[in-house]
T-cell receptor
Framework: NAGVIQTPRHKVTGKGQEATLWCEPI?????VFWYRQTIVQGLEFLTY????????DSGMPKERFSAQMPNQSHSTLKIQSTQPQDSAVYLC????????????FGPGTRLLVL | QQKVQQSPESLIVPEGGMASLNCTSS?????YFWWYRQHSGKSPKMLM?????GEKEEGRFTVHLNKASLHTSLHIRDSQPSDSALYLC??????????????FGLGTTLQVQP
């Protein structure tokens, strides 16, 4: 079991560019979560999917951020017109709903917006 | 204001000593607590979870929960240098409508000195 896979591991973008982050959950896990971690704000919930359906996006900035889960093996987080304040480590986690409640985190994507 | 408060912010203990970390939720809907450990440059990994009043022990780690005060604590006995990490407390709503998402505190940075 490779665990949760996130690509790329590092991404540098210029202000105003688009960034797309990818996540592959653990095989068989039905829920995928996205979080963002910074020194100042800590680890913040963004959004999650269950059985590919969006369930809660209460943590997503309403403009510029969007997430999708087109199939059970991957999810994407897209940030349009990136700003320096979007610089953070973006973490994806997955869990087996109805089984163990534990969320398993991927290694993260470190995004730096210049 | 953070809905999950952790204290202290940082803690230094000698090797072999006891480390005690605290966490309180201000959200009365919370009924499940998680402790994650995050080594520098790595992703968070779940240590222990608790939802019943009382105590739960796994090896050198003990977790307490007081549901009335929504306070949990993590105790690490015989601390080792490899325990040096950021310890994150997270809360979730499970029994009264499983919201799935984890709300994290800012963490306690533990340093174990040889």
């Amino acid at each position: 079991n490779a665990g949760v896979i996130q690509t790329p591991r590092h991404k540098v973008t210029g202000k105003g560019q688009e960034a797309t982050l990818w996540c592959e959950p653990i095989s068989g896990h039905s829920a995928v979560f996205w979080y963002r971690q910074t020194i100042v704000q800590g680890l913040e919930f963004l959004t999650y999917f269950r059985n590919q359906a969006p369930i809660d996006d209460s943590g997503m900035p309403k403009e510029r951020f969007s997430a999708q889960m087109p199939n059970q093996s991957h999810s994407t987080l897209k940030i349009q017109s990136t700003q320096p304040q979007d610089s953070a480590v973006y973490l994806c986690a997955s869990r087996d709903w109805g089984g163990q409640d534990t969320q398993y985190f991927g290694p993260g994507t470190r995004l730096l917006v210049l | 204001q953070q809905k999950v408060q952790q204290s202290p912010e940082s803690l230094i203990v000698p090797e072999g000593g006891m480390a005690s970390l605290n966490c309180t939720s201000s959200d009365r809907n919370v009924d499940y607590f998680w402790w994650y450990r995050q080594h520098s440059g790595k992703s968070p990994k779940m240590l222990m979870s608790i939802f019943s009043n009382g105590e739960k022990e796994e090896g050198r780690f003990t977790v307490h929960l007081n549901k009335a005060s929504l306070h949990t604590s993590l105790h690490i006995r015989d601390s080792q240098p490899s325990d040096s990490a950021l310890y994150l407390c997270a809360a979730s709503v499970v029994r009264t409508g499983n919201t799935g998402k984890l709300i994290f505190g800012l963490g306690t940075t533990l340093q174990v000195q040889p």
